[in-house]
């Protein structure tokens, strides 16, 4: 499996970016997939996750209401619109999948793409 992010950039505080994440080689047919961040000299953290039907949605509470994940299946492909950026989510983005819907669980995302980056000026 390969995952590769596109999308990232640099953008004024307040300003809306958004990622996409396209999938390829072997898949789950009922996968999930997820966002999450690494900000220099701190953690990963997680972002937002959705299941394979779109019916299963989680955020982390610093984005809530801000950005928003979506997926088309027909293509493969995973999406997370980002608006009202503040300089606090500046980071790494990374989109990952697991075998199923695993929610925040960093452990069960077995594949992971190589990041872009996002950049909120103030």
């Known amino acids: 499996v390969q995952l590769v992010e596109s999308g990232g950039g640099l953008v004024q505080a307040g300003g809306s970016l958004r990622l996409s994440c396209a999938a390829s080689?072997?898949?789950?047919?009922?996968?999930?997939m997820g966002w999450f961040r690494q900000a220099p000299g701190k953690e990963r953290e997680f972002v937002a996750a959705?299941?394979?039907?779109?019916?299963?949605?989680y955020y982390a509470d610093s984005v809530k209401g801000r950005f928003t994940i979506s997926r088309e299946n027909a293509k493969n492909t995973v999406y997370l619109q980002m608006n009202s950026l503040k300089p606090e989510d500046t980071a790494v983005y990374y989109c990952?999948?697991?075998?199923?819907?695993?929610?925040?669980?960093?452990?069960?995302?077995?594949?992971w793409g190589q990041g872009t980056q996002v950049t909120v000026s103030s």
């Open positions: 990952a999948l697991a075998a199923y819907y695993s929610g925040s669980n960093y452990k069960a995302y077995g594949y």
């Open positions: 080689g072997r898949t789950f047919s009922r996968d999930g």
């Open positions: 959705i299941s394979w039907s779109g019916e299963s949605i």
